[in-house]
């Protein structure tokens, strides 16, 4: 009887262990899983719809297994999800068409270890949306004012400007940023140092930098940044009467009171560097020279002369014969830039000369851009693309497509800031 007893008594014990056991295995599974709030928010107010938002897909990824769930979000960016405690990468990736149908849409947010332990944790994630053919790049050209204006029969060269725009999902800095002219005319024939250089270099005439130490001048997703050529009212000028104000410009060019130029203090100068042996840095208002853009690391004067030591050489340029004199060979300096060092370009000139010989290599820029005549207003604007109430541009590297024309220019396109 005692031993039976004690059997069973023992056995009890063993089942009440057991129940117990499972009992504290259960609570801390329960422990160990956690609802996370997922909450998606445009990083550039009013880029993103609800459209845009409903049904878009995030994938939580644990870091240690790498096992993934997939939320799908409703209209307000908004979904939850049960997952084990732990550290997860959480990211965002959809390819959509924009409301234009121009370009694909590309809608996209990481976050990389993401440790999550708490009930009713928020996770907040930026979505940003940008042209899908603009990722990974630098800045572009969004406009460019070569072309000129012709007010009461009066032509000028002043009212230039260019319009630069970050395309990407990160803050650019301007700093270093250089803006050049080609040396060769797009009309011309192939000069004789044309294939020394093509199609890995391009020649320039001179550029224009962006001063600063690296972080000076930043510039937002989405967000522009303008260079007049004179930062003036130049709708003020008397006779000058579709002529654009440029007082909100962000950096003029200013060549100094020998070529009469006009400096407004309140708007700080870039840097210039001209090719003695060539036309210089100016936009030739046919659009003869094409406009290209690259980057040096930061834009100290020093960094730009060991540039511009880096690329000048000796090329033979033919010297046609005259009335009094010989066709002859000359030795002349050519300033260049390697191609993969070129960001964004635009093929120029205008219908009657057409495009002759190729200035721009087609890797930059396989199409162009022509005016049709000298100081006609034309303004070279690249496609928009609507995302939400933001603005982004077509990039294709065909300026044939990328760019329509403007007859007038924008008196305070977004992104400037009027002083």
């Given at each position: 009887?005692?031993?039976k007893?004690?059997n069973?008594?023992?056995?009890?014990?063993?089942?009440?262990?057991?129940?117990?056991?499972?009992s504290c295995?259960?609570?801390?599974?329960?422990?160990?899983s956690?609802?996370?709030?997922?909450s998606?928010?445009?990083?550039?107010?009013?880029?993103i719809?609800a459209e845009m938002?409903?049904d878009l897909?995030?994938?939580?990824?644990?870091?240690r297994?790498?096992?993934?769930s997939?939320v799908?979000?409703?209209?307000?960016?908004f979904?939850t999800v049960?997952?084990?405690?732990?550290?997860?990468?959480?990211?965002?990736k959809?390819?959509?068409?924009?409301?234009?149908?121009?370009d694909?849409?590309?809608?996209?947010?990481?976050?990389?270890n993401v440790?999550?332990?708490?009930?009713n944790?928020?996770?907040e994630?930026?979505v940003?949306?940008?042209p899908?053919?603009s990722?990974?790049k630098?800045?572009?050209?969004?406009e460019?004012?070569?072309?000129?204006e012709?007010n009461s029969?009066?032509m000028?060269?002043?009212?230039?400007?260019?319009?630069?725009?970050?395309?990407?999902?990160e803050?650019?800095?301007?700093?270093g940023?250089c803006?050049?002219?080609?040396?060769h005319?797009?009309?011309q024939?192939?000069?004789l140092w044309?294939?020394?250089?093509?199609?890995?270099?391009v020649p320039i005439g001179g550029?224009?930098?962006?001063?600063?130490s690296?972080?000076?001048?930043?510039?937002k997703?989405?967000?522009k940044?303008?260079?007049?050529f004179?930062?003036?009212?130049?709708?003020a000028?008397?006779g000058?009467?579709h002529?654009v104000?440029?007082?909100?410009a962000?950096f003029?060019?200013y060549?100094?009171?020998d070529?009469?130029d006009?400096d407004?203090?309140?708007?700080?100068n870039?840097?210039?560097?001209?090719?003695?042996?060539?036309?210089?840095?100016?936009f030739?208002?046919r659009?003869y020279?094409s406009?290209?853009?690259?980057?040096?690391?930061?834009g100290?004067?020093?960094?730009?002369?060991?540039?511009?030591?880096?690329?000048?050489k000796?090329?033979?340029?033919?010297v046609?014969?005259?009335?009094?004199?010989e066709?002859?060979?000359v030795?002349?300096?050519?300033l260049?830039v390697?191609?993969?060092d070129?960001?964004?370009?635009?093929?120029?000139?205008?219908?009657?000369q057409?495009?002759?010989t190729?200035v721009?290599?087609?890797?930059?820029?396989r199409g162009k851009f022509l005016?049709?005549?000298?100081h006609?207003q034309e303004?070279?604007i690249?496609k928009?693309?609507?995302?939400?109430?933001v603005v982004?541009?077509q990039?294709?590297n065909?300026?044939?497509n990328?760019?329509?024309m403007?007859?007038?220019?924008?008196?305070?396109?977004?992104?400037?800031?009027k002083?």
């Amino acid at each position: 009887m005692v031993n039976k007893f004690l059997n069973l008594k023992g056995l009890g014990f063993l089942l009440l262990l057991l129940s117990a056991f499972a009992s504290c295995k259960d609570d801390t599974e329960a422990e160990t899983s956690v609802k996370v709030n997922l909450s998606a928010k445009p990083q550039v107010e009013g880029s993103i719809d609800a459209e845009m938002l409903r049904d878009l897909e995030v994938t939580v990824t644990e870091v240690r297994n790498q096992n993934a769930s997939v939320v799908l979000l409703s209209e307000s960016g908004f979904g939850t999800v049960t997952l084990e405690k732990g550290v997860y990468n959480i990211a965002v990736k959809k390819v959509i068409k924009s409301s234009t149908d121009a370009d694909s849409i590309y809608i996209s947010s990481l976050m990389e270890n993401v440790t999550i332990n708490d009930e009713n944790q928020l996770i907040e994630l930026k979505v940003i949306a940008l042209p899908a053919s603009s990722l990974n790049k630098g800045f572009i050209f969004s406009e460019i004012f070569f072309n000129g204006e012709q007010n009461s029969g009066r032509m000028m060269h002043p009212d230039q400007y260019f319009v630069i725009f970050n395309p990407t999902s990160e803050v650019l800095y301007a700093d270093g940023l250089c803006v050049a002219v080609t040396h060769h005319l797009a009309w011309q024939d192939k000069q004789l140092w044309y294939d020394d250089f093509y199609p890995n270099r391009v020649p320039i005439g001179g550029f224009v930098t962006i001063p600063g130490s690296g972080k000076e001048h930043p510039v937002k997703p989405g967000e522009k940044l303008v260079v007049a050529f004179t930062a003036i009212d130049h709708s003020a000028v008397e006779g000058y009467d579709h002529a654009v104000d440029l007082t909100g410009a962000d950096f003029e060019v200013y060549k100094g009171p020998d070529n009469n130029d006009v400096d407004n203090p309140d708007v700080p100068n870039v840097l210039l560097t001209e090719n003695g042996d060539s036309y210089g840095f100016f936009f030739q208002p046919r659009g003869y020279f094409s406009p290209l853009m690259f980057k040096l690391k930061d834009g100290n004067k020093s960094t730009v002369e060991q540039f511009y030591n880096e690329n000048i050489k000796t090329s033979k340029r033919l010297v046609a014969a005259t009335d009094s004199t010989e066709e002859s060979i000359v030795d002349i300096q050519i300033l260049s830039v390697p191609v993969d060092d070129i960001l964004d370009g635009v093929q120029t000139s205008d219908v009657p000369q057409d495009v002759k010989t190729r200035v721009i290599p087609e890797i930059v820029d396989r199409g162009k851009f022509l005016v049709n005549g000298c100081h006609r207003q034309e303004l070279a604007i690249r496609k928009e693309i609507h995302v939400g109430s933001v603005v982004y541009y077509q990039d294709t590297n065909d300026s044939s497509n990328d760019f329509v024309m403007q007859k007038g220019q924008n008196s305070f396109p977004k992104g400037w800031r009027k002083k």
